[in-house]
């Protein structure tokens, strides 16, 4: 007899903003997605984390990335809580679907394994934490032609890539995807499973196929001013934004496009068409993904879910860049051409050969109309796209969801909806019982449970009771890959009913209330083995030999 609780699939992108989808304002082709969210809904305050690494920990185990050993990314940072490895003190979704008899698969980018054995399985891949299958990369980021450390299984399959001269990551992902679907229903067609797709698209490198990246020449040549403009507009018009939220300031950073050097725009407009491209590329393979739910009959009682592991990123190269760095580009291309790295205007972003990232402007754009950028709490760092599709558990159709909700409800929205038994230990060791709520009351526009969320990476935090949301920042400039500001840093308050795009700090006229969240959060922060800020910023500040 045919298992009739819903199957999973989760889609994770890398590095996009709140704006870049069709379906949220933006400029990009995305039909695909735009008819998940036509024929499912959008959430409009959805948070994931201001990073990427402790983003995939808490969507897989519903709990806070401390809590998992990812309080930072997967170096090592120290011990426990930030030792760069998925700990064994959590379950993840896999683990926990598998012993409720799920087939679990996994395509794409993991990075929940410290950087010491991203060639070495050490007990944290992918097949090692609940998927039966998993094909991707063990690292966080590279070369989209010809990616380190992929796998199938425990076994590395870089040759693969190297090849085949029409290898494209994102490609790959898709139709592995397809692969895995299409296997489970022939081998187990009585069965439920769980599909989570990790892109790493459209992190950077710049990396895209020629003809992707020429369907969007001058897309952009308005330049950002006009296009945040024009995002804002759709988005109002939308519902997703509220006309009386102001559009936050162009980064200072930033100079207005009509002052951007004219050697320089062709280069600029380049960077966002690759930007582009590369989501494009990653819609069409989400529709073949459709295209096999629909073909093997699993469409319909499919839960699927689309959200985004961070805000834009603003992460910008100088002229050259170290390519050594195991994360990074391979010193060469597979017919021995060096790549060339660093965001050089001289340079044209998008080949195998070169290495580059859209930079701060293009991020400002992403995160129409929020303030800042992936590391940051504040609404551009933490605000994602969320989309949720399954027509047999949810009647309403092309709706907005304005419901609160965060990574660590997608766990307990699965257990819900499947009925999964949550483990009280794992390996004979207690685990935390999961942070998040089911969000299965909102697919009927109901309300969710009052609670406060929290948020903390690399000293950078926040939490949001109801409508207000208190802040605290010390990174204020991004400078490259550094990010040097204001350590004092200060606690900012915001009403987010009015002012979601946080222009307005009114900390100064509600003294108990900063107090009050203070509180909580730093009670939220010892619980979950937050390090305190002050010995962040001693780390931070020895890494950087000052």
């Known amino acids: 007899m045919t ?16 704006s870049d989808l069709g379906c949220y304002g933006g400029e990009i082709d995305t039909p695909n997605l735009d008819a998940l969210a036509a024929g499912g809904l959008r959430f409009t305050d959805f948070y994931n984390t201001p990073r990427c690494s402790p983003s995939r920990a808490s969507l897989l185990t519903g709990l806070h990335p401390h809590q998992c050993g990812i309080g930072v990314l997967t170096g090592r940072f120290g011990d426990g809580d930030y030792d760069g490895n998925l700990n064994d003190r959590c379950v993840t979704m896999a683990e926990v679907l598998r012993a409720a008899g799920y087939g679990t698969y996994m395509c794409g980018k993991w990075h929940l394994t410290d950087t010491q054995a991203f060639h070495e399985p050490n007990g944290t891949w992918p097949v090692q934490r609940g998927f039966d299958r998993h094909f991707g990369t063990i690292v966080g980021g590279g070369s989209y032609f010809w990616p380190k450390t992929l796998v199938r299984d425990l076994v590395n399959v870089e040759e693969e890539a190297r090849a085949n001269p029409d290898f494209y990551y994102t490609d790959a992902i898709s139709d592995e995807t397809v692969a895995f ?71 200072p950073a930033v100079p207005g496009w009509d002052y951007e050097p004219e050697a320089t725009k062709a280069w600029q407009c380049r960077r966002m068409e690759v930007y582009a491209a590369q989501i494009d590329r990653m819609d069409r393979g989400i529709g073949r993904i459709v295209g096999a739910l629909r073909r093997t009959g699993r469409l319909d009682n499919t839960l699927v879910v689309f959200v985004a592991d961070n805000g834009g990123c603003s992460e910008d190269f100088g002229p050259t860049l170290d390519l050594t760095k195991p994360e990074w580009a391979r010193a060469k291309v597979r017919d021995g051409r060096p790549v060339v790295g660093g965001n050089n205007p001289a340079i044209m972003p998008g080949p195998v050969d070169t290495f580059q990232s859209y930079g701060v402007p293009w991020a400002n754009v992403s995160n129409t109309p929020f303030r800042l950028y992936k590391h940051w709490t504040h609404e551009g760092g933490i605000s994602t796209p969320f989309i949720v599709h399954w027509p047999a558990g949810i009647a309403a159709r092309g709706e907005l969801r304005r419901q609160r909700g965060y990574l660590p409800d997608v766990m307990a929205t699965v257990l819900d909806v499947t009925g999964a038994a949550y483990p009280a230990e794992r390996a004979g060791r207690p685990v ?25 990476h690399e000293g950078n935090a926040a939490v949001r009771d109801g409508k207000w949301k208190l802040v605290l920042n010390f990174a204020a400039v991004p400078t490259g890959k550094r990010f040097e500001g204001d350590e004092r840093g200060d606690w900012e308050l915001y009403d987010t009913e009015a002012d979601r795009t946080e222009l307005r700090n009114v900390a100064s006229q509600h003294p108990d209330r900063v107090r009050a969240l203070k509180a909580a959060w730093t009670q939220w922060a010892a619980r979950c083995g937050v390090i305190p800020r002050e010995d962040w910023l001693a780390a931070r500040r020895a890494r950087a030999g000052r």
């Open 432 to 456: 935390p019982p999961p942070e998040g709520a089911s969000l299965r009351p909102a697919f009927a526009d109901r309300a969710l449970p009052e609670r406060l969320m929290f948020w903390e």
């Open 181 to 251: 679907i299409e296997r489970h229903a022939r081998e187990r067609p009585h069965a439920p499973f769980f599909q989570y797709v990790a892109y790493t698209a459209p992190h950077w490198p710049l990396h895209a196929r020629e003809e992707d990246a020429a369907k969007y020449r001058g897309r952009f040549d308005k330049g950002w001013d006009v296009l945040r403009q024009e995002r804002l507009r759709r988005m109002i018009a939308m519902g997703l934004i509220d006309p009386a939220w102001r559009l936050s300031a162009r980064d």
């Open 3 to 18: 298992d009739q609780r819903p199957n999973i699939l989760v889609i994770l992108n890398d590095d996009m903003g709140y």
